[in-house]
Structure formats: structure tokens, C-alpha cells
């Protein structure tokens, strides 16, 4: 079963979401990724607490979102990420569900530093382009690439998953922390949703190099993972992908997870059986 992390938050202190957009909203950013399985994670959130403060929203902590990327018929903004261009675009609509509230989000990544610009728009148009996303897209793009025409973008890829999403005490920095992640290809009827299990998704926002969650994990021994852009992974993992070595890496290690959840499965699914076996013996000895 898939752990909650509900009574783990519970020792958390809390903010608000107007105390954090004061203290920590960084629209200009580095930002840092960390893959890690459901165990390490149950390890270091209880290292975290002293440290960093829990978003809380009228009484919830965890709170569940839903992605959904445009791009190119060629997918342009992957192959950017995939060919390691400097300059790389991401573009989304994103439904908060829990609060009914709905952004187009335009991110731009020079180098290792993000640009964001977003605005909100009414939750029934969540993943579609409308003129106004489309004028707020092209004006975007043109003042990030010196004029030049804005390709056409239609929905391509869709996440689901839960977040949480913790702020340091001095608000230096921001973490948002997925789990329970699933991907669909928009573009193929026939797809089925992908679900990534066991997979947690650790993503640091900060205004500096050095912050305390890369203190927390290089103690655990967890390093950053590179080449980690969630929606060219789930390009990948849709099968969209003509060539995905840049992302090897990365896939190296969620692959690893994934095995490591089938293992654990298969032991405790031998440990049912084996305790089932002993109860069956236990109970004829009882009745003899």
C-alpha cells in the first residue's frame, strides 16, 4: 500500500499559502531533483521537520494536482531538453484539484536558472489552448527568443500525482515532494495510463547552490539526479521518444525503484504465504 505520510505531518509546524507566496514564491529559481523510493523518503521527512514548515490549506497537507504539457507535433520542447540545448521551454496547464484553481505556466531554463511566468484561467478550461493562452504563450516565447515565430502547441502528455510541499524556516528555500505519480499520452486513444509506483520525486527551489536538503541528502547518500525533466521523462515512458539517451541516466535509476518495488512485493507476498502455511499447520495440530 502506498503510504499517505499523513501522521508523519502531523509534527510538522505549518504555513500558509500567503505566508509562503511571501516568503518563497521564486519565480526566477535553481532548481534541483532528487528521485528516491517510498523507504528513503519515510527516512529523511522526519529529518526535514526541523528545518522546514508544511504548506497547509484549510486543514490539508497533501493535495492532489493534475498536469497537462503542450507541445509540438515533433515534440520541440523535448528534443531542446534531449539535445541539451542552453535554452530549453516547458509549457502546462495546471489544475489544482483540491482548490479548484487552474494556471497556464510558462517556464523557461537558461543555463540552470528557471524563468517562470503563469496566469490563472477558469478550471473548465484545464488543457486546452484558448486564444488567451495562446496570445500569453506567443507574447512569452518571442520576448524569450529575440521575435522569432512561436510554434503551435496542442496537448500532449497528463500527470497526476500528490504533492507536499515544505518551506525552510528562513525561507531560502522550497520543496515539492510527488509521489503516487501517473502519465498519460494525450495523443493515442488507445494509450494506458503509466503509474509510478514507489517513486518519489523530491524537487528543491532555491535562490542559492547550497541549501539544507542537499545537507540532508548527501548524508543519505542520494545524489541530485540530472537530466531529470518530468515531462520528458513521461515522454519517454509514453514511447514518444525517437532518441532519450540524455535521460538515461535518470531512467537507470527509476527503473531501479520500480525493481525494487516488484522485489518487495514478492517478499512480502512469500511472507503472507509463509505465515498462511504455519497458521494452516498451527490449526490442524490444534484440532488432532
Request: glycine share 2%; proline share 1%.
Amino acid at each position: 500500500m502506498m503510504p499517505t505520510y499523513t501522521n508523519e505531518l502531523k509534527t510538522f509546524d505549518t504555513i500558509s499559502l500567503t505566508e509562503l507566496n511571501a516568503k518563497a514564491s521564486y519565480l526566477k529559481r535553481i532548481d534541483k531533483k532528487y528521485l528516491l523510493n517510498v523507504n528513503q523518503f519515510s527516512d529523511i521527512l522526519n529529518e526535514l521537520k526541523k528545518d522546514f514548515k508544511v504548506l497547509e490549506i484549510k486543514g490539508k497537507k497533501i493535495f492532489s494536482y493534475d498536469n497537462i504539457y503542450m507541445d509540438s507535433d515533433d515534440y520541440l520542447f523535448y528534443n531542446q531538453h534531449q539535445d541539451r540545448k542552453n535554452s530549453r521551454t516547458k509549457v502546462r496547464t495546471r489544475y489544482y484539484i483540491d482548490s479548484n484553481l487552474a494556471y497556464f505556466e510558462y517556464k523557461q531554463k537558461i543555463n540552470w536558472v528557471t524563468n517562470k511566468y503563469r496566469y490563472e484561467f477558469p478550471s473548465e478550461e484545464h488543457g486546452f489552448m484558448t486564444k488567451g493562452k495562446k496570445r500569453f504563450f506567443e507574447w512569452v516565447w518571442q520576448s524569450n527568443y529575440n521575435g522569432e515565430i512561436a510554434p503551435k502547441i496542442t496537448p500532449s502528455i497528463q500527470t497526476k500525482y500528490k504533492r507536499i510541499t515544505l518551506v525552510s524556516n528562513d525561507g531560502s528555500e522550497r520543496l515539492t515532494i510527488d509521489f503516487a505519480i501517473k502519465t498519460n499520452n494525450l495523443r493515442d486513444k488507445k494509450s494506458k495510463e503509466v503509474n509510478l509506483k514507489n517513486l518519489v520525486i523530491i524537487e528543491s527551489k532555491s535562490l542559492g547552490d547550497e541549501c539544507k536538503s542537499t545537507e540532508i541528502m548527501e548524508k543519505h547518500s542520494i545524489t541530485e539526479a540530472k537530466s531529470c525533466s518530468k515531462y520528458s521523462l513521461w515522454v519517454v515512458y509514453s514511447g514518444l521518444a525517437k532518441k532519450f539517451d540524455t535521460f538515461k541516466e535518470t531512467m537507470e535509476k527509476i527503473k531501479q525503484i520500480r525493481l525494487d518495488t516488484m522485489k518487495n512485493r514478492t517478499r512480502k507476498v512469500g511472507e503472507v504465504v509463509k505465515i498462511w502455511k504455519e497458521s494452516k499447520f498451527v490449526t490442524k495440530a490444534l484440532w488432532v
